[in-house]
């Protein structure tokens, strides 16, 4: 590690500060994103880099002042309600900003509601990528998830009917 890397590290950041080039030798790592080459913090913390000896790289991370919180990561998947949709990019300051993908088909709208529907109607399902509000018939296109009840092996492989009855006659 270079003296310069050395003074580097317990630096304080801020959301957006500009830390490291990205290359072969520095990787973004929680704390951190990169964007253009550049590695950036993206939360308030301190600077710390971690050497990872099977890749032969450094990480770099800032890590929170505040108690750490949980946090979804990239690739888990998550249970949100989501309130406004719009195009607009975020600025660098927003501490928490997500991206969120359908992609996979059980990811999707589960409970909609019409943007012109009295309140507390549900719109339902009527394929997999529309919806429909029962009271108004206003149909808006959604990515429906294909949710799997919870009670699918139980009603496809019941367990404990005849074979249990058979066993206690015994």
């Known amino acids: 590690m270079t003296t310069e890397e ?10 957006g500060m500009r830390l490291s080039i990205s290359d072969k030798e520095h990787t973004a790592g929680p704390g951190t994103h990169e964007l253009k080459g550049y590695i950036y913090s ?8 971690l050497e990872d000896d099977k890749l032969k ?3 770099v991370t ?12 990239a690739g888990d998947i998550v249970t949100a309600k989501v309130t406004v949709v719009n195009s607009r990019m975020l600025p660098m300051t927003e501490i928490h900003w997500y991206h969120i993908s359908t992609a996979e088909n059980e990811l999707g709208v589960a409970i909609a509601t ?10 339902v399902p009527i394929s997999w990528s529309e919806m429909q509000c029962p009271k108004t018939l206003v149909k808006e296109p959604r990515k429906v998830a294909r ?17 249990e009855e058979k066993g206690d006659k015994k």
């Open 62 to 73: 800032v890590e929170s002042l505040r108690t750490p919180s949980i946090l979804p990561k």
């Open 114 to 123: 019409a943007e012109g529907s009295p309140q507390g109607v549900s719109m």
């Open 57 to 59: 790289t450094k990480i």
């Open 42 to 49: 993206t939360l308030t913390g301190v600077l710390k880099i």
């Open 6 to 15: 050395l003074q580097e590290i317990g630096k304080i950041c801020i959301p």
């Open 147 to 163: 949710i799997i009840p919870e009670n699918i092996n139980k009603a496809l492989f019941p367990v404990g009917d005849k074979t």
